[in-house]
């Protein structure tokens, strides 16, 4: 899925990067929208990520200026991601001022969902303990149903998708 709607997705990320500011804490979820994001944001920038995706870990590694919470536990290489009742746990306890969240699947009345049945709490976590939630999701994703429902399309502060993104 990386490698499809690439230019929708770069758009997306950029346009999410933008929002992020010096010194916010960020909790970035998996998935190759949010994993753009940091094409678009300075390396140096002073940041606290909270995330559970390895692939956003080994991208943010090296940042001198990042305070990085990787949640951890048992690792699914389908998605790069970790889960662990502690990872969730310490999520709970994490705050943060902007929640980036993928999507593989947006339904007007089934809601927001992912393939992962075990990845719904942290998405569910991460936006709760966040000041501000983005869903970050491509057109293709709409009117996809998924078996991991963790949220509806309201609970979102903002959607950021591309034009062809259904009103």
């Keep these: 899925?990386?490698?499809?709607?690439?230019?929708?997705?770069?758009?997306?990320?950029?346009?999410?990067?933008?929002?992020?500011?010096?010194?916010?804490?960020?909790?970035?979820?998996?998935?190759?929208?949010?994993?753009?994001?940091?094409?678009?944001?300075?390396?140096?920038?002073?940041?606290?990520?909270?995330?559970?995706?390895?692939?956003?870990?080994?991208?943010?590694?090296?940042?001198?200026?990042?305070?990085?919470?990787?949640?951890?536990?048992?690792?699914?290489?389908?998605s790069q991601c970790c889960e662990s009742p502690e990872g969730l746990t310490l999520l709970n306890r994490k705050r943060s001022s902007r929640a980036f969240i993928s999507a593989d699947g947006i339904h007007i009345a089934l809601g927001v969902t992912t393939p992962g049945v075990w990845d719904s709490p942290f998405k569910h976590a991460g936006m709760k303990n966040s000041a501000h939630t983005y869903l970050l999701a491509d057109s293709s994703k709409c009117g996809l149903v998924r078996t991991g429902h963790f949220a509806d399309i309201e609970d979102f502060n903002t959607v950021i998708s591309d034009n062809d993104f259904p009103e």
């Design 1 to 78: 899925a990386a490698a499809e709607h690439i230019k929708e997705k770069q758009a997306i990320a950029k346009l999410a990067a933008s929002t992020i500011e010096p010194d916010d804490v960020i909790f970035l979820d998996s998935g190759s929208t949010v994993e753009g994001i940091l094409n678009f944001i300075d390396p140096l920038m002073k940041l606290t990520i909270i995330c559970y995706s390895l692939n956003i870990l080994n991208r943010v590694a090296d940042r001198k200026n990042a305070n990085i919470i990787f949640l951890g536990g048992v690792y699914h290489p389908d």
